[in-house]
């Protein structure tokens, strides 16, 4: 019974792996021109061969072709933690002060195109396991290189 119970298991484990989705991201929608998403929904970023899709449940918000993208852009969002200080360091009688030199990172992508007539774009926030990832996945069907926003300079 235990020969049976491995084989099964052997036999299972490679068609769950296989099941798995590796070019599925999750991700927050931060904003841009896609309909009837909100900024802070979770969506699911899905890198295929010749396109990028956005799924939020079982429903598909948008497939945008590999070949329609324009621009590729990575940032990052870097502030301390000025609120989670001041409250451990008013539990901790002042100990918490240290925290204030702890940094946080958020990451983000952002992806813009034109499909004949129709133009649209959209930012996401990336887990920042994934956000490398989703960089060379989206680099690598577009071929376009992805442009680092917070070196480029906006004066008013």
Same mark, same amino acid.
């Given at each position: ?5 491995? $084989?099964?298991? *052997? ?9 798995? #989705?590796?070019? &599925? ?5 931060? /904003? /841009? &021109? ?5 900024? %802070? ?15 939020? %449940? ?16 990575? %940032? ?19 100990? +918490?002060? $240290?925290? $204030? $030199? ?13 499909? +004949? #007539?129709?133009?649209? %774009?959209?930012?996401?926030? *990336? ?15 577009? +071929? ?13």
């Amino acid at each position: 019974m235990k020969s049976f119970v491995a $084989l099964i298991l *052997c036999l299972s484990m490679p068609t769950y792996v296989l099941a798995a #989705d590796a070019n &599925s991201y999750n991700v927050m929608y931060d /904003g /841009g &021109s896609l309909q009837n998403v909100k900024a %802070g929904t979770e969506v699911h970023l899905l890198i295929d061969q010749d396109k990028v899709r956005i799924v939020r %449940g079982k429903e598909e918000i948008a497939s945008i072709p590999a070949a329609s993208v324009t621009e590729i852009s990575y %940032g990052q969002d870097v502030h301390r933690r000025v609120g989670a200080a001041i409250g451990l360091a008013f539990v901790s009688l002042g100990i +918490g002060a $240290l925290m $204030l $030199l702890a940094k946080s990172k958020k990451h983000y992508i952002g992806l813009t195109w034109t499909d +004949g #007539d129709k133009k649209g %774009g959209f930012a996401m926030q *990336c887990d920042k396991n994934d956000y490398r990832g989703e960089l060379a996945g989206l680099e690598g069907i577009t +071929g376009k290189k992805a442009v680092d926003s917070d070196a480029l300079t906006v004066k008013n």
